[in-house]
């Protein structure tokens, strides 16, 4: 019976510390690492203070002497101390798991799902790390200092990732294409990576659309063939007949499970990434850990149709002014959810189909497809990101052009945009002035480096492509690429992914017109858009008109202004009132920053005071022979006990802000 009492008081004291600790940890505490804090440090100190005091005796919290007891007290803060501390390990070292917002966690669930989701993460790491290690990945990566260790780390880079398969086959597939970054022997064994992907079979793809569509599959759909026209890892598309309309439509269909998978291996890929980051300056020089969270974020978008549909709307409502002949398939909203998606079906065929152009104007059609991404890009500033010949289908009948798969697609600002556009006008004219020009728009830091060194560096890539027949774009922009990373700048992401979609347009375009030069006809696009800005007022004189009325009624209030400000302006001038202020608490994250800096730097003070006053009082108590020693000794050791708890407070939430900015 006294073992029983026991134990029950036991499970008392740890609920009592699972709660105290979690208040003098802070905010967003992990449950499941306060459990496992709790039940090591109960059992650790309750087995020493079993083994050191209560051996042979009939202990019981039910006596207020043994409450009361100085070895119960220090039994009890030692469980709330440790516990502590062992949360702080946890919150040390381990591992960052994002969901899709990029927070911590991925929503709430019951705590055996939890225990086994944790498990089977913890598992799949355990395997990715594991099969890393034997690859020699870390080892090669060491010694990735010259070109002949090239071909063994990209080989022990490739065989990892193959291994691992999923999502992490997916990733080397899309590093493949990363030409700006990785030397060719890199490339050459990425290109390697295929992923065997297995088609849904009919009772999966019934379940998928019953689950989805707004009725029963043979009333929104007259014929739907059971042999899908393609398959891929995230999902697959079939052709169909719409009962209501009777037109042809192609249906998208995700993979069922697959946002689980991906959600669960895009934590381990991320995780993947900064192991191999920390253990190799290689890899942290190259971004290796930015290069995950990037493939990660595009691939979120992917398996929600809703935003590839919204993509494909965009677009559409670009083009639809355009004069060019280019479409976009149309998109059936109400059968379309992030699951299942429904549009129209493509005329023609792939632009990578042989004899395609046999009886067509070939460099016309090339013209077509450059300038309408030019207009997408540099007039509304939002295009389709994946130009490679698949997803381009050409109709010799009506000479159309249609693109497909808008999983990606890439938006740039306005000062973006104008940096292209110099981009364009600087090589096209090889004069460095002008591409620097552009790059300053397009890149992030440009006030860190010198102009003159970076227009040189600019002009020994211009001189390589003078006095050619063609320039080679892939070349040119991955040179580009490491002039800018050589110099420390860095593009900004859509930037980044325009750039290579100018490398794979520039792929495609030969597939129709081999001697087709991109950046001449760019400045072809250039004239032309401009001749039309410049007649636009003239043809549309009641548009212009509108416009005009809508500029004018919002300057006209700030121009009735500007003589009353310039007066005061003077006035304040003679009286010497004019002062030049600049304020860093005006903007709220610098003053948040600022004021949670200095709590953590009261704290650290309390606790520091706390710990020197203790200190100081255990020394005079030594030099004390009355009961009062027993006083000081008290508090001093109650000080160092709060000291503890503050220090650790202060260390977990350091960890927890150095994570964040990671």
């Known amino acids: 019976m006294n073992a029983i009492q026991f134990i029950i008081q036991i499970l008392i004291v740890s609920v009592l510390i699972f709660f105290i600790s979690g208040r003098l940890i802070g905010s967003n505490v992990n449950i499941l690492k306060r459990i ?14 079993w083994y050191t005091y209560l051996r042979g005796t009939n202990f019981s919290f039910y006596t207020v002497d043994s409450v009361v007891n100085v070895a119960t007290l220090l039994w009890v803060g030692s469980m709330l101390l440790i516990s502590m501390l062992i949360y702080l390990f946890f919150e040390l070292f381990d591992p960052i798991a994002l969901d899709e917002n990029n927070g911590r966690g991925a929503g709430k669930k019951s705590l055996i799902k939890r225990l086994i989701g944790y498990w089977r993460h913890q598992k799949r790491l355990r395997n990715v790390l594991k099969i890393a290690v034997t690859n020699g990945i870390t080892r090669t990566m060491k010694y990735a200092r010259n070109r002949d260790s090239d071909r063994e780390l990209a080989i022990a880079l490739r065989d990892t990732l193959e291994q691992c398969g999923g999502i992490f086959i997916k990733f080397g597939q899309v590093l493949s294409t990363r030409k700006e970054l990785f030397s060719p022997v890199f490339i050459e064994e990425l290109e390697k990576l295929q992923q065997n992907v297995t088609q849904l079979n009919e009772g999966q793809v019934q379940m998928i659309l019953q689950q989805n569509l707004p009725g029963e599959i043979d009333e929104v759909f007259s014929y739907f063939s059971k042999k899908p026209l393609a398959a891929a890892s995230i999902g697959q598309v079939h052709k169909a007949i719409l009962r209501s309309t009777n037109e042809q439509v192609v249906v998208k269909i995700l993979r069922p499970q697959v946002k689980e998978i991906m959600r669960e291996d895009l934590s381990i890929l991320i995780e993947f990434a900064n192991w191999v980051s920390n253990r190799s300056q290689w890899a942290e020089n190259l971004g290796f850990r930015g290069l995950a969270e990037g493939f990660a974020a595009s691939l979120r978008e992917e398996i929600d149709f809703n935003i590839e549909a919204r993509n494909m709307i965009q677009i559409h409502n670009v083009l639809k002014n355009s004069q060019l002949k280019v479409t976009i398939p149309k998109v059936y909203d109400q059968y379309s959810n992030e699951n299942v998606l429904v549009m129209g079906l493509a005329k023609g065929h792939s632009i990578s ?34 130009p490679h010949p698949g997803n381009i289908y050409y109709d010799g009948k009506t000479d159309t052009i249609t693109l497909l798969d808008f999983g990606a697609v890439c938006r740039l600002s306005s000062s973006q945009q104008e940096g292209l556009k110099l981009f364009f006008i600087g090589i096209q004219q090889r004069d460095a002035s002008i591409l620097f020009d552009g790059i300053s728009l397009l890149v992030k830091n440009k006030n860190d480096v010198d102009r003159h060194d970076l227009e040189q560096a600019i002009s020994q890539i211009i001189l390589k492509i003078s006095y050619v027949d063609r320039i080679q774009t892939d070349e040119l922009v991955y040179s580009i690429f490491t002039v800018i990373r050589d110099f420390g700048l860095q593009f900004y992401p859509s930037v980044n992914v325009a750039l290579r979609v100018v490398v794979t347009l520039d792929g495609t375009l030969r597939i129709i017109e081999r001697t087709f030069n991109i950046f001449e006809e760019a400045k072809v696009f250039s004239n032309n858009y401009l001749k039309q800005a410049f007649k636009k007022p003239f043809k549309e004189p009641f548009a212009t008109k509108d416009r005009l009325e809508e500029e004018l009624a919002l300057i006209l209030p700030n121009l009735r202004k500007i003589p009353r400000r310039v007066d005061q302006l003077f006035k304040r001038m003679e009286d010497g009132k004019v002062i030049l202020h600049h304020d860093i608490f005006s903007d709220k994250n610098n003053a948040k920053f600022i004021t949670q800096l200095f709590s953590k730097f009261v704290l650290l003070l309390v606790g520091i005071t706390f710990g020197i006053i203790s200190v100081a009082l255990l020394a005079i108590s030594q030099l004390i022979n009355t009961a009062y020693a027993i006083y000081l000794n008290t508090a001093a050791y109650l000080g160092l006990f709060l000291c503890a708890i503050l220090l650790v407070r202060l260390s977990i939430q350091a960890i927890r802000d150095m994570k964040r900015i990671e």
Do not use: M, P, R, W
């Open 353 to 386: 189909t042989q004899h395609l152009f046999d009886n067509g104007d070939s460099k016309k059609i090339a013209e077509t497809l450059l300038f309408t991404y030019l207009e997408q890009a540099l007039v509304s500033g939002i295009f389709h990101a994946d």
């Open 36 to 49: 496992l804090s709790v039940c090591i440090s109960v059992s650790f100190t309750t087995f020493i203070f």
